[in-house]
């Protein structure tokens, strides 16, 4: 076992031994309940990046009361990069066959674009919208309504 997996187990001992619970160890250390549980079983890689694996268990750890020492060892390990893995079935990456540009079917390419080319003209011109130019429409009057009689401007006192 590596140190980094003994520290989970540790973690869970030191806070059962202070008599602290999963809700109130995750309020202490502001982080939900399911990853202080990742934490104490050592599944480091549910809780994200290892950057932050790191961060809280240095914070949880100093919670406990665990040495610094033993924190700082767990943690050397779990920086240290994993064996490459070799994969048994390596199969090179083939690319689907590229086609040149004399291969491309033209005649439905062009057809598109010219119908694109009339759609886009038509839009643009808009036939069935009020030409420039056209005189504006006459308002009439109704019959009923009489004309305001002009004002008269206001007097001054000589």
Not at 30 to 35: N, V
Not at 61 to 68: F, Q, T
Not at 100 to 118: F, G, V, Y
Not at 134 to 151: D, E, F, G, Y
Request: glycine share 6%.
């Amino acid at each position: 076992m590596t140190a980094a997996s003994e520290l989970g187990p540790r973690l869970r001992a030191q806070r059962e031994r202070r008599g602290i619970g999963i809700p109130k160890a995750a309020d202490e250390l502001r982080l939900d309940a399911w990853i202080v549980e990742a934490l104490e079983a050592g599944e480091f890689d549910r809780v994200g990046a290892p950057v932050y694996a790191k961060g809280h268990l240095r914070r949880y750890a100093a919670l406990v009361g665990l040495p610094d020492a033993e924190v700082e060892a767990a943690l050397e390990s779990l920086a240290a990069p994993a064996p490459p893995v070799e994969l048994l079935d390596q199969v090179p990456f083939t690319s689907a066959p590229s086609r040149s540009l004399r291969e491309l079917p033209w005649r439905p390419i062009a057809t598109l674009a010219a119908l694109a080319i009339i759609v886009v003209g038509v839009l643009w011109s808009k036939p069935w919208r009020a030409r420039i130019g056209t005189p504006p429409p006459v308002v009439t009057l109704r019959a009923n309504v009489k004309p305001r009689a002009a004002m008269a401007p206001p007097r001054v006192a000589a």
